[in-house]
């Protein structure tokens, strides 16, 4: 008669071999990792030590086996084949083919992870995966966009031209010249005959998006000036207001009180910009799920790349650096470029890689240091705190301290009311 362990042990093989059929390797290459698994020690070790049980400590396994003790509990054996969970674990032999294979398409880190999960499996293999695309120079030159980095916003000045920006723009075949007041966001634009031009910050860019639309409408200088009377969001005054100390005619009737020359008050205004500023910022990084790049120093290797084009392809140098506002001039063999930090990809040499090479990590060979770290959180927003924060998450106070710090996650419940009409009877 049999006990229950022994169809317990029944079960589990039924369930491992039909894992095993249901697996998307061909029987032919199946038979090479069987073969492969038998000629390798480390894995003949692993699997005596999973069909037998494992030592208590990692010191107390064979060495060759030492590396598949973490993963020691997910381990299983079918039919004389070491299994990973429901994936072939690979033997040393024929990592490099299956890693070839796994990278086939260049479909990128994430989806080469997915294509093993289904299907094999050895110890590190994640590094593997991170080298191999690391250094696939398809891979590299059409990586996607990067990330955009945490808004940096700037603080309102004391006064009125204390602080401009500047940018330079064609509209319609014509060149123009932006000026903008940081303090008012009063614009003036001028039309050029020949420019250079070269990336501006974000309140230049934005100047020039309002100036391209104004240079669109049927006359241009009552667009300018509706704009100049018409109150900024971040500080509830007009750009005439906050640059004259007094709001201009226009064409909308309004009483005479209105034009009596009155500055706003500077305190409230620097309140309400800065408020403004801080919640755009918040919702801004939330939105683009922003990371901070690292910083690029002074003869630096880089590729080159803007937001319309589709691939990685200019390479050049950092001649000059300025972090402080994600700014760098780069020679390229095409000419000298300025570009914003998110448009250059760092090219690490081989002995500072952030991850190391194929080529090493297949020769065992990983004493390398990682030359530049990247923050995985999104970063605080560059701007200074106020009164107000973004909304906190809720606790229930009845839970414990240590029920609040887990890490376990449950779906969200539905806060259901019983309607009035129904308060007189019970409800079940």
Known sequence: MKTQNDSRETAIEI????????????DVKLERIRDAQFNDAGVQKALVYTKYGWPEKETCVDVPA???FASRGELSVSNGLLLYRDQVVVPEELR????????????????????ARTTVWWPGLTKYILAKVDSCQFCQDHKPTQRKEPLKVTELPLRPWQKVSADLFDHKGKNYLIVTDYYSRYIEIAYLQNITSSQGNGEAESGVKRAKRILDQDDVFIALMAYRATPI?????????LIMGRQIRTTVPVVEKKLVPKWPNAKNVRKRDTEYKRCYAYHYNRRHGVRDLPDLDIGDEVKVKLDGEKIWSAKGVVEEANPEIRSYRVRTPKGVYQRNR???QLIAPDDVRITPTYDKLLSGDLNVTPRKTVPSAVSTPHVKSSTSTPPAPIVDKSMSPTDVSDNTYTRPK???KLPTRLKDYEVT
Do not use: D, W
């Open 15 to 26: 369930f491992v071999n039909l894992i095993e059929q249901l697996r998307s390797i061909s």
């Open 66 to 68: 030492r590396e598949y």
């Open 96 to 115: 490099t083919e299956i890693m070839e294979n796994l990278h086939e398409g260049h479909m990128g880190i994430e989806k080469c992870r997915e294509r």
């Open 233 to 241: 969001v971040a500080t509830g005054s007009s750009p005439s207001q």
């Open 342 to 344: 998110r448009h250059l």
């Open 414 to 416: 539905r806060l259901t």
